[in-house]
C-alpha cells in the first residue's frame, strides 16, 4: 500500500479495473469513476476456408475479407476497421478492395510509414462509406473515430525473444482474448456495432486471456541497448512496473559486450556506456545479434547478400515441409542448398523468389510459392524485413555492393554477431565444442550434416533429444580472433630462448569462451613477460653461451 495523499484523486474510465481494490492499493484515496460511452457489440464468427483447397492461407484471407465487407454492406451505412498484420499486407488488400470497386465507397491504408497528411485523413470528415485497414496500432494507440464495424482476422505480429535462437523475432500470432475484445470494442463507441471475426468461437475460447508483458518476452539485451541509446542510466537500477531478473539483465549486458555494443565508463562510478557500434545497433529493427552482421557486412563489401540473410533469420523459415510430402519438399528445397554452408541457401532462395515475382503475376507468384513449398506469408514477411533494413542503412550512408561478395566476406560478417555460437569438431564423440563446454551436433536436416567440417558456426542451438546446432556454414578459425580480440583469453607456456632469432620465445594458446582457436602458436616472449625474458636471456644466452653475436662484450666476457 502505498503512503496516504489526502491531496490525491484517482480518475478511473476503464470498466475492467475494480474501483474499490484500487482505492485500497492507494491507502484510501477518493476514486472518480468516468464511464465511457460504449453501445451494443455483435460478434459474429466467420471462420476462414481451410487451406486444404488449391488457394493458399493468404488468398483464403483476402476472400474472407471480401465476404465480411459484402456481408457488412448489407447492414447498411458505417465506417469498417479492419486489422491487419503489416504495412504490405495493408497495401495489397487496400489494392485488392479497390479493384472491386465498391460504391461510394473509400480504402484507406493506416501504418507508420506513411505521411503525416496521409494518416490524418482517417479523422477528416467524409461522405459515403469508408474502409480503413490498420495494423493493431488502431486497437489500444489511437482511436479511429466513426467506426461502426470491425472485420478481425484475429492476428498481429507480436514480438518475440527466442531463447533457444537468442533472436528477437516479430512473428505473426493469434492475439490474446483482451486484445481482441478491444478490437471488438472499437465498433461500439458511436453505436451499436457488429465485430466479424475470422476465426472460430471454440478458437477464440481458447486464446489466452491476456497477451504477455513486453518486458518478459523481449530480448534484453535489445532492451538494454535502446534504453542505454536515450539515456534512462544504469538499468539495474530503472524502476521497472514488472522488473526483470537481474541475471537477464546480466546475461543481457554480456551479449552487447561480445557484440561491441557497450564498454566500461570512463569513470569507476560511471554505467556502461555505448560505444559507437551500440549507437548504429540501435538504429536497425532487428535483434542486436542481427544488426552486428549487418554493420560488419558493410567493411566486407558484402551488405546485400548479408542484408538478405539477416532478415530471413530474423523471422520464421520460409520453408515449409509437410508431413505427408517430405521428399518433394526436400527435393524442391535442395535446390538452393550450399554444400559448405545453410546461409547462402537463403541467398539463393532469394535470388530465386525475385526471379519469379518479376516473371509472374501476383495469383501466379503464391500459386509458385506453394508448389515449391514455401509459405507466401513468410515470404513476404521476409520482403518487410530487408526493406527496412535496408532504408535504415541507406540512411547510416552504407553503400551496398554491386559484385556479389565471396565467401569469406559473408561468413566473416555473420560471425561478429555469432561468436559465442562457434564449435570445434570432437572427432572422437562426433560431435562440437562449444562456446561455454556445451556439445552440441550438426541438425540432420543440414547440408553439412553428412560431411561435416572441423569448424563450424550456427544461427541456433536447439535441444530435443540433444542439443543440435540448426542454420550452420563451414568457417576458419584464424576468422575469429580480429573480430574477438575483446573475449579471447590467452595463455603462454614453455617460454625458451631460442638461437637463431636470438629471442625468448613462448607458445602461445587463444581460448574464446573455453574453445581452444589457436591451440599452440609460437610468439615472442619478450614483449609479454620482461622480466622472465631477462632471466631466460641471461641464464641461456650468456651464461651457457647460446648466442651467436658481434657484441665486443660478449666475447671478451667469455674468453674469463
Same mark, same amino acid.
Not at 488502431?138 to 473515430?145: G, Q
Not at 518476452?217 to 522488473?243: C, E, K, W, Y
Not at 517430405?326 to 541467398?347: G, I, P, T
Given at each position: ?295 560488419? &557486412? ?174 550452420? &556454414? ?87
Amino acid at each position: 500500500m502505498l503512503p496516504k495523499r489526502p491531496d490525491l484523486k484517482i480518475i478511473i474510465t476503464s470498466a475492467t479495473i475494480d474501483p474499490e481494490r484500487f482505492s485500497n492499493h492507494f491507502n484510501d484515496a477518493p476514486i472518480i469513476e468516468v464511464s465511457g460511452r460504449t453501445y451494443p457489440v455483435e460478434v459474429r464468427y466467420r471462420p476462414m476456408v481451410d487451406d486444404e483447397t488449391d488457394e493458399d492461407a493468404e488468398r483464403d484471407q483476402l476472400q474472407a475479407i471480401f465476404d465480411a465487407v459484402d456481408e457488412l454492406h448489407a447492414e447498411g451505412p458505417g465506417d469498417i476497421l479492419i486489422f491487419m498484420n503489416g504495412e504490405r499486407e495493408i497495401r495489397d488488400t487496400a489494392e485488392a478492395l479497390s479493384k472491386r470497386n465498391l460504391r461510394d465507397t473509400e480504402i484507406l491504408p493506416l501504418y507508420a510509414r506513411l505521411s503525416a497528411s496521409e494518416q490524418n485523413r482517417v479523422f477528416q470528415s467524409h461522405r459515403g462509406r469508408r474502409i480503413v485497414l490498420a495494423t493493431n496500432v488502431a486497437e489500444t494507440s489511437l482511436t479511429v473515430p466513426g467506426i461502426k464495424y470491425v472485420i478481425d482476422p484475429g492476428t498481429a505480429r507480436i514480438s518475440r525473444y527466442s531463447y533457444r535462437t537468442k533472436v528477437q523475432r516479430l512473428p505473426i500470432e493469434s492475439v490474446s482474448q483482451a486484445s481482441a475484445n478491444q478490437r471488438k470494442g472499437r465498433c461500439g463507441r458511436v453505436s451499436d456495432g457488429i465485430c466479424i471475426r475470422l476465426y472460430s468461437e471454440d478458437d477464440f475460447l481458447a486464446r489466452p486471456e491476456f497477451t504477455d508483458p513486453e518486458i518478459l518476452r523481449t530480448n534484453l539485451a535489445s532492451v538494454i541497448l535502446q534504453m542505454t541509446a536515450i539515456g534512462l542510466g544504469d538499468i539495474a537500477a530503472f524502476p521497472f512496473v514488472q522488473p526483470p531478473d537481474s541475471r537477464n539483465i546480466q546475461d543481457g549486458v554480456r551479449l552487447l559486450e561480445e557484440l561491441g555494443a557497450m564498454q566500461e565508463g570512463r569513470q569507476k562510478d560511471e554505467p556502461k556506456r555505448l560505444t559507437q557500434i551500440g549507437r548504429a545497433l540501435a538504429r536497425l529493427p532487428i535483434d542486436p545479434r542481427l544488426a552486428r552482421m549487418v554493420l560488419e &557486412a558493410s567493411k566486407h563489401g558484402a551488405l546485400k547478400e548479408v542484408m538478405v540473410i539477416a532478415s530471413a533469420l530474423a523471422i520464421q523459415d520460409p520453408r515449409e515441409r509437410p508431413s505427408d510430402k517430405k521428399q518433394a519438399s526436400d527435393e524442391k528445397h535442395r535446390r538452393f542448398n550450399d554444400k559448405e554452408s545453410d546461409f547462402l541457401a537463403f541467398v539463393n532462395m532469394w535470388t530465386y523468389i525475385e526471379e519469379q515475382q518479376k516473371a509472374l503475376s501476383g495469383n501466379q507468384f503464391r500459386k509458385q510459392c506453394k508448389k515449391d513449398y514455401l509459405n507466401y506469408l513468410r515470404v513476404r514477411e521476409w520482403q518487410d524485413v530487408h526493406f527496412q533494413i535496408r532504408q535504415v542503412m541507406r540512411e547510416l550512408e552504407h553503400k551496398v555492393n554491386d559484385e556479389p561478395a565471396d565467401y569469406q566476406s559473408v561468413h566473416v560478417s555473420l560471425l561478429a554477431g555469432m561468436l559465442s555460437h562457434i564449435g570445434l569438431k570432437d572427432q572422437e564423440k562426433n560431435e562440437y565444442q562449444g562456446a561455454r563446454n556445451a556439445r552440441f551436433g550438426i541438425f540432420p536436416g543440414s547440408g553439412l550434416f553428412k560431411k561435416q567440417p572441423k569448424w563450424v558456426m550456427v544461427a541456433e542451438l536447439v535441444e530435443t533429444s540433444r542439443l543440435w546446432g540448426r542454420i550452420a &556454414a563451414k568457417i576458419q578459425p584464424e576468422w575469429v580472433e580480429p573480430l574477438a580480440k575483446h573475449l579471447i583469453k590467452r595463455s603462454y607456456s614453455e617460454p625458451h630462448w631460442e638461437k637463431k632469432q636470438a629471442a625468448v620465445f613462448a607458445f602461445e594458446k587463444v581460448m574464446l569462451y573455453g574453445i581452444p582457436i589457436v591451440p599452440k602458436r609460437k610468439v615472442n616472449y619478450g614483449n609479454i613477460d620482461k622480466a622472465l625474458s631477462r632471466e631466460i636471456f641471461i641464464r641461456s644466452a650468456l651464461v651457457e653461451g647460446d648466442w651467436e653475436t658481434k657484441h665486443k662484450f660478449y666475447h671478451k666476457n667469455s674468453n674469463f
